[in-house]
């Protein structure tokens, strides 16, 4: 079993009770616009690291991380990227990603909206984990943690945190 936590659109920020709430987890996935390549460094520090790069991520980022990540953890098979859209709404380019690929699990961030559901055409499960940081639109900033065993999502969860840090 593999605890993961799964999260997106930190714009450069993440700050510490959300690093707190990380601890624990046995992997962290991070779905694009990551924003400063020294929050990498911070994430690493807590559990091992699987990202794409985003629209805003610079050279760096993009040098370090692929647009998309297709990979096996415990007979699931993962695709994530960052830009894609949602079930009935996919962009062409994650389309063809995902008939090619055929994954169990389909994920992407960018719209800084939360979903959680199962795609009815294609049979895998979307995860998009809305957004970390602070920059958008979004009212409450998200993440998604989870079980991977046995080629099977378990004990999901969503935590959420304020748009705005409380002040000191």
């Known amino acids: 079993m593999t ?6 659109d930190s714009h450069s920020h993440i700050e510490a009770p959300i690093l707190k709430h990380l601890q624990g987890s046995d992997e962290i996935w991070h779905a694009g616009d990551i924003g400063n390549p020294a929050l990498i460094q911070t994430l690493e520090e807590i559990a091992p690291l699987r990202a794409v790069y985003g629209n805003i991520d610079g050279t760096e980022l993009r040098s370090t991380f692929p647009l998309n990540a ?3 953890l415990e007979g699931l098979k993962v695709l994530m990227t960052h830009i894609a859209g949602y079930p009935n709404r996919y962009n062409q380019r994650a389309r063809k990603l995902i ?14 909206i939360l979903k959680v559901m199962r795609d009815p055409k294609y049979g895998h499960l979307h995860l998009n984990p809305g957004a970390i940081g602070i920059q958008g639109f979004h009212q409450v900033r998200t993440l998604l943690q989870f079980e991977v065993e046995a080629g099977r999502l378990k004990n999901m969860e969503v ?6 840090p409380k002040k000191n």
């Open 3 to 8: 605890r993961i936590s799964l999260l997106s």
């Open 70 to 72: 297709i990979f096996e």
């Open 99 to 112: 008939e090619d690929e055929r994954p169990d699990l389909f994920i992407c961030g960018h719209s800084h």
């Open 159 to 164: 935590a959420e945190w304020p748009r705005w």
